[in-house]
Each structure stands twice: as C-alpha cells, then as structure tokens.
C-alpha cells in the first residue's frame, strides 16, 4: 500500500488517473479516503486525483499529538513536496474543508483552487465556538465514546446502510485522536484566512437552514461560488455524489 513519509509519519494514500488539473480530496473529521469515493473514481476517468488518510486514520500513522488544523494542513503541504503535486484542487469534506481553506490562506501559491464540500465552521459564531469546546471536554472525558457515537447517528444520512456505514467509519479512529481533533477544531477561526484566498473557490452545502454560514462567507470571500445539494445530509458527496460531481466538474470548467 502507497504511504507518503512526511517528517518520519507514515501517510496512506491513493492515486490514479492522468491528465487535466489535479484533484486532491481531503477527508472529514474521523473519516478516511473512502469518503470521497465516488468522487474519486468519477474524476480519475479525466483527471489526476489523489486521495489521503489523515493522521491518526485509516492507514496512516497516529502519533500522540499533531492534530489541529494548522497541523493537519503542514501534513498536506508535505505530502504534496513529496508526491510531486502542483497546484492542486483542494476538495475537502466537513474538517477537510477547513484544512483547505487554512491551506488557501496560509500557503497560497499551493492550490489551484478550493472545494468546501459541507465544511466545518470557517467562521464560527461565538455559540458554536462554545459548542465545540464543550464538545471536545464531553470527547476527552469518561463517556468519551458513547457521546461520539450519539453525535455521528446524527449525521443525518437519508438511507439507513449508509447511515450505519459512516457511524462504522468515524467509530473506528482512536478515541484519544477523535478528541483531540474536536480540540484543534475549537481553537481554530479561518475569518481571515479564507479572506487571504485568492484562488477560485466553491461552497457546496447541504441545506440552507437558519444558522447557515453562506452569507457570511460570501461577504469575506465575495467571488465564492455557493451550489446547494438536494436530499441528501452532510455527507452528500456519498450520498447524492452525481449532485457534487456536477457541480465540481461545471466548476473546474467555468472558474479555473
């Protein structure tokens, strides 16, 4: 199996395809490669894709410490040294798309270009800072486990194998590393590292609820592009995957 050496850690990852610009999918919290399989395969048949696992999942190494967002996005900085990647698309799911919004604004002559596939909060309310913090103490104590568990039932796949495939795949990661990527997510605010992006970037969303964030991240970033998927939950890319491929596919087509 193909693992990147990045600083003495060992990185899982996959690559296929050739040709056009090159797509670098970066999983969500606790989620591995497989979680943009379908996109995966779809854009090997016409591009160069590459897919990770993160530290602490799936295949690669998980050391005790390393894992905030600033942390996790050197890793990906690495991997690309290492593998030769150029100027890729940054697609990243929920956690990935903060990682690729920290990359966009703190190394900016890396992406070509950002996919936020139903990211985590890039500009969090004083409330879901509070909510994330409170969340990783829940992580770090006694009933760790069980209130993860609670929490990935609530991602709100439509179809019920679906559903108990990804509470399988995000109970898997280490409880330990769970948390303390909850923890990194807490501390972190990408207000003004988003504002730094200046590659072409699109916002896809599974809803449009009252708490939101489009508004607010089309004021930091006025030239994001926003698509909104159909019955699917937060992980639509699995879900409604020929929804995300279009719009990935009309956006790769218009705006690069």
Not at 109 to 135: K, S, W, Y
Request: hydrophobic residues 40%; proline residues 7%.
């Amino acid at each position: 199996m193909p693992h990147a050496d990045v600083a003495g850690l060992k990185l899982y990852y996959e690559r296929a395809g050739s040709g056009g610009r090159e797509l670098l999918f970066i999983p969500g919290w606790c989620c591995d490669h497989t979680a943009f399989r379908p996109q995966f395969d779809h854009f090997a048949r016409s591009h160069t894709v590459t897919t990770i696992d993160l530290r602490g999942v799936g295949e690669s190494d998980g050391p005790e410490a390393g894992y905030s967002i600033p942390e996790l996005a050197d890793d990906v900085v690495a991997l690309c040294a290492e593998l030769g990647i150029e100027k890729p698309v940054l697609v990243g799911h929920s956690l990935g798309g903060m990682i690729a919004v920290e990359l966009g604004g703190r190394h900016p002559e890396l992406p070509g270009g950002l996919v936020l596939v139903d990211p985590g909060p890039i500009d969090p309310l004083p409330a879901t800072v509070e909510f994330f913090t409170g969340f990783a103490e829940q992580l770090e104590g006694p009933d760790g486990e069980a209130i993860r568990r609670a929490y990935v039932h609530r991602m709100e796949a439509r179809d019920e194998e679906t559903a108990r495939w990804i509470v399988d795949l995000m109970c898997a990661v280490e409880q330990p590393i769970a948390a303390a990527v909850i923890r990194g997510v807490s501390e972190w605010n990408g207000r003004d590292l988003l504002a730094r992006c200046e590659v072409p970037a699109l916002l896809i969303r599974a809803e449009l609820g009252p708490d939101t964030d489009v508004l607010r991240l089309r004021e930091i970033k006025p030239d994001l592009e926003v698509g909104i998927t159909v019955g699917a939950g937060h992980f639509h890319q699995i879900e409604v995957p020929e929804q995300v491929n279009a719009m990935i596919e009309r956006f790769l087509a218009l705006s690069l």
